[in-house]
C-alpha cells in the first residue's frame, strides 16, 4: 500500500502539461475519455513501426506478429478481470457496441415474449435502447429499478423488480452520472435465484477499482479501453464460456468462419465466432500496454486515490450554499464522479465559465436522460477523476466554481 507518485505519474501524461485559456489545465472529464500515457503511445508507436499487418491471415511475419500481439492484449484483458479463458473475451469497439452484440444475439436468441428485462433508471442510453429495441421486437416487458434519494438502489427495489419472469438484468456498476457504486454482487446473486442473467456495464468501473468477474459471478461484464488509459476503438465483453457458445454470431463475415459453402457456413470458435472482420489490432496493443500501466501503479492505489480527491471535493462543495451535489454526499459505495448543479446557473454555462479556468468538466444529460427526467434535472455539471488528478487540480475547480455566479452577475 503506497501513496501514488502523483508527479511521477504526471510526466507521463504530456497533453496535462499545457495551459488551457491562461490556466494550468485542470482535466476532469474522465467519465467521459481518459488520457494516454507515454507508455500507451509508445506501445501503439512501436506496433506500427515494427509488427503492424492484419492477424489470423497470412503465414508471413508481420501477420504473425500482430496475430501474436493482439492474442497476448487478450491474454492480458483476461488475467486483468481474472476471467477463466481468453475464449470469453471478446474484442469491440467500445462499450456500446458490446450491450448491442449481447443484446441482438442473446436477445434475439432467448428473450421471448412476456418475458422480462430489468435495468435501473440510471443507465447509459446504451443500456437502455438496444434493450428497447429487443423489448419491442420479442413483446418483452422492460423494467426500471428506481434510486433512493442518495441515488442508491435499495435492496427491496431490486427484489421487487426481478421476478421470475426476468431473463435478463442489466445494470451499471458505476453510475456515470452520480458516481453510485450499485450493489451488483447482491444484484447477481438475487438475479441468479429468479434464474436471470446479469450484464454489468463495466464501463465506469473498470477503469477505477478491481475488477474480478468470477467472484462476482457476472454472466457478462463490458468496457471500453478509452476510458481506461488506452485508445478509442477497443473494447471487450467478457462472457461465460458456456453462455457464449450457446449464443449465435452477432456479425457475419471474415475470420468469424470454420467453412462457408454457398448456402450456409460453421462458424469458428470462441471468442473469434464473435470477432468478424479485420480487428483494431492497434487499440488491442494500447489497451494491453494501459492495463499494464495501471497494474503497475495498482489498482488498489488508483480507487484510495480518487476517494480521497471525492472526499476533499464533496467537503467542499457542500460548504457552498448554491451548489447541489446530486447522488451520494458520502463515501460509502461510490467511485470518482460528482454531478452537480448551482443555483440559477444553466449547467453548460458553468461548464463554459470553468473552461475559462482551464478546468475541463462536463455538463448535460450525459447520455442518461432518463435518470435526468427522473431526478427532475434538465442537466447537471459533472466532475470524474482519475489517477492523475491531485488536490491542487480540486483546489483550481473549485476557486473556478466559486466564480461562476459572480460571471453572471450575482453577489456571490
Ligand atoms: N455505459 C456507461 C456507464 C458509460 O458511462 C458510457 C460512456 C457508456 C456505457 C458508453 O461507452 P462508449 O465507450 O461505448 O461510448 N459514458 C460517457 C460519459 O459519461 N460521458 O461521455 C461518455
Known amino acids: 500500500m503506497h501513496k501514488l507518485n502523483i508527479d511521477e505519474i504526471k510526466k507521463d501524461f504530456p497533453i496535462l502539461n499545457q495551459k488551457i485559456n491562461g490556466n494550468r489545465l485542470v482535466y476532469l472529464d474522465n467519465g467521459a475519455t481518459t488520457q494516454k500515457p507515454i507508455p500507451v503511445i509508445e506501445a501503439i508507436y512501436n506496433y506500427n513501426t515494427k509488427s503492424h499487418g492484419n492477424p489470423h491471415r497470412g503465414a508471413h511475419q508481420l501477420s504473425i506478429r500482430a496475430t501474436e500481439e493482439y492474442d497476448l492484449a487478450k491474454e492480458r484483458v483476461r488475467k486483468f478481470i481474472n476471467a477463466e479463458s481468453i475464449e470469453e473475451i471478446i474484442f469491440t469497439r467500445n462499450t456500446t457496441e458490446s450491450i448491442n452484440l449481447i443484446a441482438y444475439s442473446y436477445g434475439k436468441e432467448f428473450i421471448n415474449e412476456g418475458d422480462e428485462i430489468v435495468l435501473a433508471i440510471s443507465e ?14 420479442k413483446k418483452a416487458t422492460l423494467k426500471y429499478m428506481y434510486l433512493n434519494d442518495d441515488g442508491r438502489i435499495p435492496i427491496e427495489e431490486v427484489k421487487e423488480k426481478i421476478t421470475e419472469n426476468t431473463k435478463i438484468v442489466s445494470i451499471a456498476h458505476m453510475s456515470n ?9 447482491e444484484i447477481i446473486d438475487y438475479g441468479h435465484k429468479m434464474g ?15 475488477v474480478d468477474v468470477q467472484k462476482l459471478d457476472a454472466d457478462f461484464y463490458v468496457f471500453s479501453g478509452h476510458k481506461m488509459l488506452a ?10 464460456k458456456e453462455i457464449l457458445e450457446s449464443m449465435p454470431p452477432f456479425l457475419m463475415g471474415g475470420d468469424m468462419i470454420e467453412y462457408v ?31 499494464e500501466y495501471l497494474e503497475k501503479i495498482g489498482m488498489d492505489n488508483i480507487e484510495r486515490h480518487e476517494l480521497k480527491l471525492v472526499e476533499y471535493a464533496l467537503d467542499k462543495m457542500l ?5 447541489n451535489v446530486q447522488g ?3 463515501l460509502d459505495m461510490r467511485g470518482g464522479i460528482i454531478s452537480f448543479t448551482i443555483d440559477d446557473v444553466h449547467p453548460h454555462d458553468v461548464s463554459t465559465i470553468l473552461d475559462s479556468y482551464g478546468v475541463a468538466v462536463r455538463a448535460g444529460h450525459h447520455c442518461a436522460q432518463p435518470l435526468m427526467r427522473y431526478l427532475n434535472l434538465p442537466a447537471t455539471s459533472r466532475v470524474s477523476f482519475y489517477l492523475y488528478n491531485t488536490k491542487e487540480d480540486v ?18
Open 231 to 240: 485508445p478509442m476503438g477497443i473494447g471487450v465483453v467478457y462472457g461465460k
Open 196 to 210: 436471470a442473467i446479469v450484464l454489468i456495464d463495466g464501463a465506469q468501473s473498470t477503469p477505477h477499482i478491481n
Open 177 to 185: 452520472v452520480l458516481g453510485t457504486i450499485h450493489p451488483i454482487e
Open 319 to 323: 460548504s457552498i450554499p448554491y451548489v
Open 124 to 137: 447509459h442510453h446504451s443500456n437502455i435502447l438496444p434493450w428497447q429495441r429487443i423489448a419491442k421486437e
Open 395 to 412: 483546489d483550481q475547480f473549485i476557486e473556478g466554481l466559486k466564480n461562476v455566479r459572480k460571471w453572471l452577475g450575482y453577489g456571490s
Open 328 to 330: 451520494p454526499k458520502d
Open 261 to 291: 459453402y454457398e448456402d450456409h457456413a460453421s462458424f469458428a470458435p470462441l471468442p473469434y465466432k464473435f470477432e468478424a472482420g479485420t480487428q483494431n489490432v492497434e487499440g488491442a496493443v494500447g489497451l494491453r500496454a494501459a492495463i
